[in-house]
C-alpha cells in the first residue's frame, strides 16, 4: 500500500467512525454535522457558511435542515438579501450537546493522548495537504454536472 492509499484508507475509516458515532447518538450523518457546526458557532450560522464548515452539499443541508425544522431544534430566519441563517431553538441546543457535544468531548479525549506539538504538526501538515490539493483540484478542468 502506497501512501496516498495508507492516507486515503485512515481519512475513511475516520469517516466511518463519525457515521458510526452519528448513529449511536441517534442522528443521521448529516444531522449531527449540522448540530456540530451549530454548536461550534453559538447555536446560529448562515447556510452558505455551515456549507463551507462542514464540506456539506447544499443540497444535502436543506434536506437536513427541512427534518430538522419539522423536529422542532432549529429555526431559519432571513438575513441580508437572499442568504439565510440557521439557530437552534432550545430543544435543538439539547439535542446539539446530548449528540455532537458528546462527539467533541471524543475528540477532544483522543487529542489529549497527543502533545501540543504533535497536534501542531499534525494540524500543520494537514492544511498544507488541503492547500496543495486544493489548488491541484482548482486546475482540473470543470465538467458537466
Same mark, same amino acid.
Not at 448562515?46 to 452539499?57: A, N, W
Given at each position: 500500500?502506497? @501512501? /496516498? &492509499?495508507?492516507?486515503?484508507? *485512515? #481519512? =475513511?475509516? *475516520? @469517516? +466511518? !467512525?463519525?457515521?458510526?458515532?452519528?448513529?449511536?447518538? =441517534?442522528? $443521521?450523518? +448529516?444531522?449531527? #454535522?449540522?448540530?456540530?457546526?451549530? !454548536? =461550534?458557532?453559538? %447555536?446560529?450560522?448562515? /447556510? +452558505?457558511? *455551515?456549507?463551507?464548515?462542514? %464540506?456539506?452539499?447544499? &443540497? #444535502? !443541508?436543506n434536506s437536513a435542515l427541512r427534518k430538522m425544522e419539522r423536529d422542532s431544534l432549529i429555526y431559519l430566519k432571513t438575513s441580508a438579501g437572499k442568504s439565510k441563517t440557521v439557530f437552534l431553538t432550545e430543544e435543538g441546543f439539547e439535542a446539539a450537546v446530548k $449528540?455532537? %457535544? &458528546? !462527539? &467533541?468531548?471524543i475528540e477532544d479525549e483522543t487529542l489529549k493522548e497527543w502533545s501540543q506539538d504533535e497536534i501542531d504538526l499534525f494540524l500543520r501538515l494537514a492544511e498544507r495537504f488541503l492547500s496543495r490539493f486544493r489548488e491541484q483540484v482548482e486546475k482540473l478542468p470543470k465538467g458537466k454536472g
Open positions: 500500500m502506497n @501512501d /496516498i &492509499q495508507r492516507f486515503t484508507k *485512515i #481519512t =475513511g475509516e *475516520i @469517516d +466511518s !467512525l463519525y457515521h458510526e458515532a452519528a448513529f449511536r447518538l =441517534g442522528q $443521521s450523518d +448529516s444531522v449531527m #454535522t449540522v448540530l456540530y457546526t451549530l !454548536l =461550534g458557532t453559538n %447555536g446560529q450560522c448562515d /447556510i +452558505s457558511e *455551515i456549507c463551507r464548515l462542514s %464540506g456539506m452539499r447544499k &443540497q #444535502t !443541508l $449528540s455532537a %457535544g &458528546q !462527539l &467533541q468531548t
